[in-house]
């Protein structure tokens, strides 16, 4: 088993290999040498500058504000206006008004 352990032939497959070591020690050498010149720090400032802005339209700024004051707004509780025109027409005395129901009909085609 020492044979194996003390190989300087082991494959990549063992963390401790000395040869991985000295590979991935030179990759980062050769990576830590590679700058950018002056002309791709330039090129690479201008996209930086143009692609980085967001413009938001006017349109979803209003949606937002609109959303904001209304969930600002406070809940508006319709159980007790619902539950006495429940009894009304299970009592049999509810009395529709044609004429409004026509004009919210019409308000809502127009």
Same mark, same amino acid.
């Given at each position: 088993?020492?044979?194996?352990?003390?190989?300087?032939?082991?494959?990549?497959?063992?963390?401790?290999? =000395?040869?991985?070591?000295?590979?991935?020690?030179?990759?980062?050498?050769?990576?830590?040498?590679?700058?950018?010149?002056? $002309?791709?720090?330039? $090129?690479?400032?201008?996209?930086?500058?143009?692609?980085?802005?967001?413009?938001?339209?006017? &349109? =979803?700024? #209003?949606?937002?504000?609109?959303?904001?004051? =209304?969930? &600002? &707004?406070?809940?508006?509780?319709?159980?007790?206006?619902?539950?006495?025109?429940?009894?009304?027409?299970?009592?049999? $005395?509810?009395?529709?008004?044609? #004429?409004?129901?026509? #004009?919210?009909?019409?308000?809502? $085609?127009?």
């Amino acid at each position: 088993m020492n044979n194996i352990e003390n190989s300087v032939k082991r494959s990549a497959f063992f963390p401790n290999d =000395v040869n991985s070591k000295r590979k991935k020690l030179t990759q980062m050498q050769q990576a830590a040498l590679k700058r950018n010149n002056q $002309e791709r720090q330039r $090129e690479l400032l201008d996209l930086k500058s143009r692609d980085s802005r967001v413009k938001i339209p006017n &349109a =979803v700024r #209003d949606f937002a504000r609109i959303k904001k004051t =209304v969930d &600002a &707004a406070p809940a508006i509780d319709n159980s007790a206006k619902i539950a006495q025109l429940r009894n009304q027409i299970s009592k049999g $005395e509810y009395q529709i008004d044609y #004429d409004a129901l026509a #004009d919210k009909m019409l308000q809502s $085609e127009f």
